[in-house]
């Protein structure tokens, strides 16, 4: 199972911009180009929304009505890593963010990184 860890969360003003990362490690029968990667976010006592994924290759992603024209995910394979660049944020963007590895037999999560949006 891939371990990941999420990074550049942090307090940021309505209308700023903030970029998180997403490092893979540990992986074992397969390689960081196998899984697909997703962005989920939950702020206490919501469910869990999803944010953003991208495809294996990188070729592709699709957007949550909520962030999509603000947020753009992407990835690195040859640095096993993926990130969201988050623009023109909003108080409701508040939340912890998570990112996922997922593959046809299996996947993981990180703990996630916790992002604020205060006036």
């Known amino acids: 199972q891939v371990h990941l860890v999420e990074s550049g969360g942090g307090v940021v003003q309505p209308g700023g911009s903030l970029t998180l990362s997403c490092a893979a490690s540990?992986?074992?029968?397969?390689?960081?180009?196998?899984?697909?990667m997703n962005w989920y976010r939950q702020a206490p006592g919501r469910q869990r929304e999803f944010v953003a994924a991208?495809?294996?290759?990188?070729?592709?992603?699709i957007y949550g009505d909520s962030v999509k024209g603000r947020f753009t995910i992407s990835r690195d394979n040859a640095k096993n890593g993926m990130y969201l660049q988050m623009n023109g944020l909003k108080l409701e963007d508040t939340g912890v963010y998570c990112c996922?590895?997922?593959?046809?037999?299996?996947?993981?999560w990180g703990q996630g990184t916790q992002v604020t949006v205060s006036s």
């Open positions: 996922s590895a997922v593959r046809n037999s299996g996947g993981s």
């Open positions: 540990g992986f074992t029968d397969f390689t960081f180009s196998d899984y697909a």
């Open positions: 991208i495809t294996r290759a990188g070729d592709n992603s």
